[in-house]
């Protein structure tokens, strides 16, 4: 899966908070402009986009689709950096920490886990092989739904973390981060040619290892100061027109 690098820039790229503000709206006009903006840079060879986002495979196809990115041939990362996806293709991979063995141990917590959000009338989210996220109920904020989670599921072998709209449950050593260096070893990029932008603290991994960190205005206190710290751009706009401000910056 090595290929020849053509752009001067790979942008990895949170969906949630960042392309849209949130799980329930998906401001299209903006989202227009950006999927030009992407278009035109990537007919010039100067930044293709991935997606570096916790939701799954069918998901990421739906949000590629959305913002033209479905021709690409770099593969994007989905569940929380447990698999590497490409639509065009339909090809895709695991991460090399997930066996056989990792993945019985994911599936007796989300038993586990699923004996729970009966109780509450919550769902566990859909699609998800090699990975499992939840909402808190409405009305529950997600430190505390996180908590009651983290009581009821750490395990050894089992990450637990949680973004501004899900909690979300990996095998140990399995994140957006640990998915990022694994990005750059199967398609033979260095980290020197990628840009990442995140919202939550589940982006954290990748933006300290990234050498262009950015984001929108909205990112968390902990993503905001990671981001000043290393000399990168932080939007002063919020989710999509952040997203597009900060590309502009990159490239500029």
């Not at 989905?78 to 920490?97: A, C, D, L």
Request: glycine share 10%; charged share 20%; proline share 5%.
């Amino acid at each position: 899966m090595i290929y020849h690098s053509v752009f001067n820039f790979y942008l990895s790229l949170d969906w949630e908070g960042c392309v849209t503000p949130g799980v329930e709206d998906w401001p299209l006009e903006d989202m227009v402009v950006l999927r030009k903006q992407l278009a035109d840079l990537r007919a010039n060879k100067i930044l293709t986009a991935f997606l570096n986002t916790g939701r799954p495979a069918p998901y990421a196809e739906a949000c590629c689709q959305t913002l033209g990115m479905r021709e690409g041939i770099v593969p994007h990362i989905v569940e929380n950096g447990s698999v590497f996806y490409i639509p065009k293709t339909g090809e895709w991979h695991t991460n090399t920490r997930i066996t056989s063995g990792t993945i019985r141990q994911l599936k007796e917590v989300e038993g586990r886990l699923k004996e729970y959000t009966d109780t509450l009338g919550i769902f566990i989210e859909l699609g998800k092989a090699f990975s499992c996220s939840v909402r808190p109920p409405a009305g529950v904020l997600m430190e505390d739904f996180f908590q009651d989670i983290y009581a009821l599921c750490n395990t050894e072998g089992i990450e637990i973390t949680h973004s501004n709209s899900a909690v979300d449950i990996t095998i140990t050593g399995v994140n957006k981060g640990s998915g990022m260096r694994e990005w750059c070893e199967k398609t033979g990029i260095g980290l020197e040619r990628v840009a990442a932008i995140g919202d939550s603290d589940g982006d954290l991994p990748v933006l300290r290892m990234v050498k262009y960190p950015l984001c929108p205005s909205n990112g968390s206190p902990k993503v905001q100061a990671l981001v000043r710290e290393r000399g990168g751009i932080v939007s002063r706009y919020p989710s999509t027109f952040g997203v597009i401000d900060c590309i502009r910056q990159l490239i500029a």
